[in-house]
């Protein structure tokens, strides 16, 4: 019985230490916030190039008048599929993937709060993508991105281009969401020791904005594609107004959400270019308080102007009158934030990087939309300009001028990073100065061919006025643009390979993800400084040039000299 | 100095912008009807207050771009911000902000309210009188009040008469014939899909959507008429649907003809003796159809006559 009183001793056993997985399984299965961030740029870009080769259809079918290259559903499916992937699937996404990789670097994290989380946004917004673009294979929406009714009921597009739209504003509102309530979530609690809210980077605070306003906008859409949905195939009625229901209902619901989304679109490009400017200026940001401040007061202020969309609609006096007012107070924020971008220049040293060029391209453009937004606010002008190119010269002022010249400052600024090797500086101002003056070639004049009264959305025009020339003149603007593109789509690939190494810290930069190796490892820092202000990052540097100096201005025999003498 | 140049500035722009008088370049059209003008008006007022900021503030980037770009022996200053130079700007831009609300508020009235028709313009019948919420007539009440109904991919236009039926009265497509220095008011919807009507030359453009009516208004000044061809044939003005209606929406046109009173009177009395004689004609071939169901009734009852009393065996029921 010798056996039974054998005491069992707690053993650990490792049968397997788990194999780093290797490849395309390490992407599909990966939780790391810096490969997500990846995934969403590489694949938001790669819709970028998508959405731009629409674009220059539409604008090969406007270059003349009367042209037929294109049949009016095809130009229909085009416009559609053009605005929403730039809308859905670049430009929203591409912000959520600089935010991804920079915003735990930035505060000091090891991660996102919910790295599971973070991977389901990512391939939610790959899904909505995905179902989206299949319905290229059988028939595209025709609705324009908006999908009015009832236009996009099933009376008039029975077939399921409009279902594949619902379902990617479905899948892609989704991954948003829940990847909006993950950053709020990882820059409230994971911030670096003595990192305040005065003290968190102003790209955090855009990113931050960014996901309030989704988080309260996307609701409104959500529930606006469902009831289409189920007018669509389950006998509903929202949107008939034969049964009751109205279709200003979806204009309001669109807007309420499609709004805010130009806010999200745009804000974190400001923080972008608040990260960029003083980085290269050699200069403090010019009244912190101030841009923060003023992106919250703009993302509030951006949840009531909904209707400034809707100034031609049956809608009584006192709302259009309210969303007027509102829309135009939305300037002074605006104002705030470009005139402290401007003082941040000031008096500093300027380095014409790259990325401060498109940084400068960005301030110069968007300035532009920013005034040509009070003409379409006031709304008996609106009156004459809504649903004209000039409406399309102004969003894409914004948009293209705006967002996309911030997301390519980021891009120049933090491929480094992200890399470890710098893109070429020629081949990035050769790629600049083809966009800036490809950008203004194509949508300056678009201004006047609105004035000239052309409609938007529409495959053919008269030869009238001016409407041929000023149309070749964007066309042929429309292609050096994207000759520009493309040279920055060249210089990324190719600086994957060959760029120059580019160090911890290239551009002697201010926050926190410049502390950690380029690309950083696996989790981050080893450890993270204590932060004392805005700039870290200048801190730590000087710290060291203190030590330094001690040292060399101290050797070390007479240090002990000194102090007894 | 900043506002020498500011002033200068201005005054290029409202020459450039009072040039000729359809020059769509820097502003919107008009030239068809007051509220258009308005429009145009207000629109010019906007654009110098905003090329003035453009001007100083891409004056300021530019400047600051250049001046301060990095050199030997230039050192950036560090400083965080500068409250009175904040709170500067942003008094600034809300006093502009305020100045284009004042203006804006003081054109409001003139371009949504209808004006009155001018004392040349077309005697209105008084039986003409719509039943329309009393702010969106002119203020003596007389407008010539028109339906425009937008359908895939077309304009119908319907006028008003003296009596209730609304099956006789006068309608277009495509074409809204309309007297000249008379209100014309427009109640607009649609049957089908959302559109916009929209003539740039005549004012802002209004929706069409289904289950809704949308009101606009225009007023074409006798002196629009610039010749005696003009005079004779009356002035086409054109537009076009502004709303994305379907793949046909390019081609959904709008015309206005504006017309003399006397050539519009001769006009209504042609189109509601043709619409009579139309209703005459459709009147003449019911009338005939239900004789010739009458007679086909009788002959195939006659016909059926013989055959009927025959009786249908139990098997064939």
Not at chain 1, 173 to 193: C, E, H, K, Q
Not at chain 2, 23 to 29: E, Y
Request: charged share 15%; glycine share 8%; aromatic share 12%.
């Amino acid at each position: 019985m010798a056996s039974a009183t054998v005491t069992p001793i707690p053993q650990v056993v490792a049968h397997q230490v788990e194999k780093p997985k290797r490849g395309w399984v390490d992407w599909v299965t990966t939780t790391d916030h810096k490969k997500i961030g990846i995934m969403y740029l590489v694949l938001t870009f790669a819709f970028f190039g998508v959405g731009g080769i629409e674009a220059l259809l539409i604008r090969l079918q406007l270059a003349v008048p009367d042209n037929t290259l294109l049949e009016f559903q095809t130009y229909n499916e085009l416009i559609t599929m053009h605005g929403t992937t730039m809308v859905f699937l670049f430009v929203v996404p591409v912000m959520a993937g600089f935010g991804n990789y920079f915003v735990p670097l930035m505060i000091g994290a090891k991660d996102m709060a919910f790295p599971k989380l973070n991977a389901l946004s990512f391939w939610m917004l790959a899904a909505g993508g995905l179902v989206f673009y299949a319905s290229v294979f059988f028939n595209p929406p025709e609705c324009g991105w908006t999908c009015y009714v009832p236009l996009a009921s099933k009376d008039y597009l029975p077939n399921g281009g409009v279902d594949a739209w619902i379902f990617l504003v479905h899948l892609t509102g989704i991954g948003s969401l829940v990847g909006s309530v993950n950053f709020y979530v990882t820059i409230a609690n994971l911030r670096a020791p003595g990192m305040t809210w005065s003290r968190l980077p102003l790209f955090c605070w855009s990113i931050l904005t960014y996901s309030v306003l989704l988080i309260l906008a996307l609701p409104a859409i959500a529930a606006a594609v469902t009831m289409l949905l189920t007018d669509r195939h389950f006998g509903t009625n929202f949107y008939d107004p034969g049964e009751g229901g109205s279709p200003l209902l979806w204009q309001h619901l669109f807007w309420f959400f499609g709004h805010p989304e130009v806010y999200i679109m745009v804000l974190p490009g400001f923080g972008i270019i608040s990260e960029v400017l003083p980085v290269f200026a050699r200069k403090p940001i010019f009244g912190y308080k101030a841009i923060a401040a003023a992106t919250l007061v703009i993302a509030f202020l951006g949840l009531m102007v909904w209707a400034h969309h809707m100034f031609t609609t049956p809608s009584p006096s006192v709302v259009l009158v309210f969303f007027m007012v509102s829309s135009m107070l939305i300037s002074i924020p605006t104002g705030i934030k470009i005139f402290s971008w401007i003082g941040t220049l000031w008096q500093g040293t300027i380095h014409f990087t790259t990325s401060l060029l498109y940084a400068v391209g960005f301030l110069g453009t968007f300035l532009i939309g920013g005034i040509t937004g009070v003409f379409l606010a006031i709304y008996p002008v609106d009156w004459q300009l809504h649903d004209t190119y000039f409406v399309v010269a102004h969003f894409h002022y914004v948009l293209m001028g705006g967002a996309v010249f911030a997301v390519f400052s980021g891009l120049y600024y933090w491929f480094p990073k992200m890399t470890g090797r710098m893109m070429d500086e020629k081949l990035g101002k050769i790629s600049f100065w083809t966009m800036l003056i490809g950008f203004h070639t194509t949508f300056l004049v678009q201004h006047s061919i609105g004035l000239d009264g052309m409609p938007r959305r529409i495959p053919e025009y008269a030869d009238v006025g001016n409407l041929a020339t000023f149309n070749l003149i964007s066309t042929i603007g429309a292609f050096i643009l994207g000759v520009g593109i493309l040279v920055t789509a060249v210089n990324a690939l190719r600086s994957l390979k060959h760029g120059a190494i580019a160090g911890p810290d290239p551009w002697k930069a201010n926050t926190l993800e410049w502390f950690t190796q380029s690309p950083p490892p696996q989790n981050n820092f080893d450890t993270v400084p204590r932060v004392r202000s805005v700039e870290p990052m200048k801190d730590i540097r000087a710290e060291i040039e203190r030590r330094q100096g001690e040292r060399e201005r101290v050797p070390a025999g007479a240090a002990a000299a000194e102090t007894h003498a | 100095m900043t506002l020498a140049l500011a002033f200068g500035l201005a005054m290029a722009f409202t020459l450039a912008l009072a040039g000729p008088a359809h020059a769509s370049f820097w502003a919107p059209q008009n030239g068809g009807s007051p509220n258009a003008d308005r429009i145009h008006t207000l629109y010019v007022i906007v654009f110098i207050v905003g090329a003035i900021i453009f001007v100083f503030t891409e004056g300021a980037l530019i400047y600051a771009l250049w001046k301060f770009r990095a050199s030997r022996g230039h050192e950036a200053k560090q400083l965080h911000g500068n409250t009175r130079v904040e709170i500067g700007w942003t008094a600034g831009a809300a006093i502009v902000v305020l100045i284009l609300g004042i203006v804006t508020f003081a054109f409001l009235p003139g371009i949504r309210n209808p004006d009155d028709s001018d004392s040349d313009g077309w005697q209105i019948p008084a039986s003409y009188t719509t039943a329309k919420d009393k702010k969106l007539l002119p203020p003596n009440g007389k407008a010539l009040n028109i339906d425009v109904n937008g359908q895939q991919y077309a304009w119908r236009f319907v006028y008003p008469d003296g009596d209730a039926d609304r099956q006789n009265n006068i309608y277009t497509y495509e074409e809204l014939v309309v007297p000249v220095g008379t209100t014309v008011t427009l109640d607009v919807r649609s049957s089908d899909v959302g559109h916009a009507w929209w003539i740039p030359q005549l004012g802002g453009k209004v929706d069409a959507l289904p289950g809704y009516t949308n009101h606009t208004w225009f007023k074409v000044p006798a002196k629009a008429l610039r010749n005696d061809q003009e005079r004779r044939d009356g002035r086409v003005f054109t537009g076009q649907c502004a709303e994305l209606c379907g793949r046909n929406h390019a081609n959904m046109t709008a015309r206005v003809r504006a017309v003399t009173p006397e050539a519009f009177d001769a006009w209504l009395k042609r189109q509601k003796a043709d619409i009579d004689a139309a209703g005459r004609g459709a009147q003449r071939y019911r009338d005939q159809q239900e004789q010739f169901d009458r007679q086909q009734a009788a002959t195939a009852a006659a016909q059926a006559a013989p055959t009927a009393t025959t009786p249908v065996p139990a098997s064939q029921r």
